[in-house]
């Protein structure tokens, strides 16, 4: 029997908070609460999950998989299966590449080679998918992450075996650089990154140089070699690190692009120059359509309007089906949309008037009265044999989205000094009431991990 799940309302104003830290709220979507709305289909967060069995393999991938067991559970746990497409994006993309750049590493360590052959390559890769599916694992994240058996080959770098990586680059520079990274200051004030960088300019062969005349083809010709070059240098990082401690520069590395928050000019910030894309895609994962409806309805309001609201709340809740998203991803999807509905004649900021905020652009829980927001740094959904997959939602309280100042959104910025989060709202007549949720949830007598 599942019991219902509880909820708690404080109908009182929202008051200063005592820091910028907000206590996390646990969720486990693994397991079912009772469902108020039985001729209804359950929402995203609340999935079923299979069993595990014993995979099949190729028996040609020369690696030990039993030696890769933690950071194999680890990644099928973090792209399981009914999970993967809502947080692939910050969850489990993010550990996939980890675990691709850990499998070479431990395979040099005994063949020398810091990346595989072709034939070697495509049976390890569909040994590796095929354990992660064994193991609960979405079996489509090879797509969903854009991850293929060339990632193993190191592509287009001309150096693939140690002794040449040796020769070429300060290892000892890049290993003190990359030994320890700091999740909090790495994103802002990087020293793996550049380090990283500097090393795959290195071994491509190939000075950096940027010229307003080039060819764009060209371009991504050179921008797919230091790619491809950057990615044997995180198999020599695997190789050199204990596994627990290349993971975690890996993660915090992805963290930081998955939030955007490099403000240091470096040769991370040169290569970046070369590739124009749109603003949605470089830092907000969401799809935005044209909000022509709210923009019809919003155009012209000054004070709040019911038809407007209504629109832009149908518009909101298309986007709350999509995915989760972090804290400061969300900061910038709400400027992205909000600049969005700018550039169309809403210059009335109607996030206040309606009350949006930061967890309105995110999966919903509890059947859409609670946003789930994933913090900033670098997180896993979490198995174990009592409450299932878990993961910790951020930021749940009433944070207001911000509004831009104008219909471009090209000065963002998530790394200046006082740049955290907004803050709560203060005001004594602020008119909604604090909303804090209780999650209580327990095992389906049928469930199995």
Known sequence: MVEQTHFYSLSQPAKQPVS?????????????????????????????????????????????????????????????????????????????????HIFQGFHSITSDKLVFQNSSANDCFKDIISVLESRGANGTIPALCSVKSSNLTGGSCPVKDV??????????????????????????????QPAVMEAALLISGRQMT???????????????????????????????????????????????KVNKGIAAKNAVHTLALLVKMHPCGAVCPLDFKHPSEVIKACRNVVAPSPS??????????????????????AIICATVFGS??????????????????????????????????????????????????????????NIAAPWPSSSSISSISLCAPEMSLPAL?????????????????????????
């Open 210 to 256: 940027i010229n307003e005349n080039k060819n764009i083809a060209g371009e991504f010709t050179h921008i797919d070699s230091i790619n491809d070059c950057k990615g044997v240098v995180y198999a020599y990082l695997s190789r050199e690190l204990p596994m627990d401690t290349a993971n975690t520069a890996f993660r915090i590395l992805s963290s930081c």
């Open 340 to 397: 969005m509905l700018r550039k169309g004649g809403v210059v009335t900021n109607v996030f206040e008037l309606c009350d949006v905020d930061l967890k309105d652009f995110s999966i919903q829980a509890a059947y859409g009265q609670q946003g789930c927001l994933l913090r900033s740094l670098p997180t896993d959904v979490i198995l174990d044999n009592v409450t299932g997959f878990s993961f910790t939602c951020d930021l749940s309280d």
């Open 163 to 192: 002794a040449t990586f040796e020769k070429i680059v300060n290892t000892s520079k890049l290993l003190e650089a990359c030994s320890s990274v700091d999740p909090l200051k790495e994103c802002c004030r990087p020293i793996c």
């Open 308 to 329: 407007c609201c209504s629109s832009l709340n149908a518009y909101i809740a298309g986007i709350q089906k999509q995915m989760l998203i972090t804290n400061k991803q």
């Open 20 to 100: 910028g830290f907000f206590d996390p709220i646990e969720i486990s979507p693994s397991i079912l609460p009772h469902n108020p709305f039985p001729d209804e289909t359950l929402p995203p967060m609340y999935p079923t999950f299979p069993a595990r069995y014993d995979p099949v393999l190729t028996g040609k991938c020369p690696v030990n998989f039993s030696s890769l067991t933690s950071i194999m559970d680890k990644t099928a746990s973090d792209c399981s299966q009914p999970l993967a497409a809502l947080v692939g994006n910050v969850i489990c993309c993010p550990q996939l590449n980890s675990l691709v």
């Open 425 to 449: 709202p203060t005001s004594e007549n602020f008119k909604n009431t604090g909303l804090y949720i209780t999650l209580q949830f327990y095992m389906m007598s049928n469930y199995e991990i």
